[in-house]
């Protein structure tokens, strides 16, 4: 079965300081892998995928993640976080029936 | 485009009354969602539709109908509301277009509170 983990309730992290937000995965087939960022009130938005090729993935607003397919993970991480980054992130990995499994999600605060 | 909308925004219900949760899409997405989000629990997958006609089930089924008229509405029934289906609601939509690959789209949300 697919599933999805992300170990971490919360990251602190200060701004300008890189941050990483993990995730790890259980797939069967090649991984469809996607990070979403949530702020409050609002649906997610899609943030970045894995599909194919580089094992490091860039994506909006400076972030980017790290396929590792040996340690099945999928970290989230950017160079140097911004408060306005401070949000609820959420892994998530697709299915071959194009079925969706979240993670249950990372709140990331970063302080001025 | 207006991406996703859904209707309403917010709701309350008394135990045993029913309603209905619209969402609409203006992307021509093949694929629709409905998932529940509740406190450290992420989202989880009520049901989903492939297409105009089609619906399954997914994780959280139990106390919840679909339907999928037409290509870019879905909607979302509770027959008989009970407190445990308090949540907020998503809707999403996504197709599989070259390099998509289902990139899923969401709807803003709709807080529903059943007392």
Redesign the interface.
Known sequence: AQSVAQPEDQVNVAEGNPLTVKCTYSVSGNPYLFWYVQYPNRGLQFLLKYITGDNLVKGSYGFEAEFNKSQTSFHLKKPSALVSDSALYFCAVRDNFNKFYFGSGTKLNVKP | NAG?TQTPKFRVLKTGQSMTLLCAQDMNHE?M?W?RQDP??????IH?S?GEGTTAK?EVPDGYNVSRLKKQNFLLGLESAAPSQTSVY?C?S?Y?GTGS?????????TRLTVL
């Not at chain 2, 450290?40 to 997958?45: A, Q, T, V």
């Not at chain 2, 690959?101 to 949300?109: A, D, I, R, V």
Request: hydrophobic share 35%.
């Open positions: 996703v694929y969602y998932y450290g629990m992420g989202l989880r997958l989903y492939v997914g998503f999403a996504s599989l690959k289902g990139t899923q789209y969401f709807g803003p949300g």
